[in-house]
């Protein structure tokens, strides 16, 4: 029985270890990736996985989340604000122009990189968002708690 429960101790050991390796060879590659930027004036299509959601139409209800209203703000300072919120919340914008950001978010453990995509629809006062997984399946739901946050922290008074 002792021999047996050495085995397995030693079995689980080798399976952590590797789980390990691969956790950290995915968050290393997801280093390397892009955010996919608009496609056709929108914010690209999440994949056929559960670790990206997006307010853009067209999303299935698990992908979907809500844009971001600014009615009764001015347009450039709910692009400042939205900006601001992203920062706040440990995000490293990369790409910033008149209708579109893209910024990063990196796990602490294993350093995974996440892209945050905004678009600017200005007529209609919203800000499209998309948070998505560059490596991976599943994100236990990360990427739609960070939109979450994103849409509270906007919702609320940012201080400068």
Not at 112 to 140: M, T, Y
Request: charged share 25%; proline share 4%; with cysteine.
């Amino acid at each position: 029985m002792k021999k047996l429960s050495r085995v397995l101790v030693a079995v689980v050991a080798v399976i952590a270890a590797a789980l390990l390796v691969r956790c950290s060879m995915l968050g290393h590659s997801s280093k390397s990736g892009q955010p996919p930027g608009l496609v056709s004036g929108t914010l690209a299509p999440c994949p056929d996985k559960p670790n990206c959601v997006s307010s853009e139409a067209g999303e299935d209800a698990d992908h979907q989340i809500a844009p971001l209203d600014y009615s009764g703000t001015d347009t450039r300072e709910a692009w400042s604000k939205i900006q601001q919120v992203i920062k706040g919340l440990g995000g490293e914008v990369a790409i910033v122009n008149d209708e579109y950001i893209a910024a990063t978010f990196s796990s602490s453990l294993f350093k995974f990189v996440d892209d945050v995509e905004c678009r600017l629809d200005a007529p209609q006062n919203r800000i499209h968002i998309r948070s998505a997984s560059r490596v991976g399946h599943s994100d236990l739901g990360v990427n739609r708690k960070r939109a979450d946050a994103i849409t509270r922290s906007f919702g609320e008074d940012v201080v400068e």
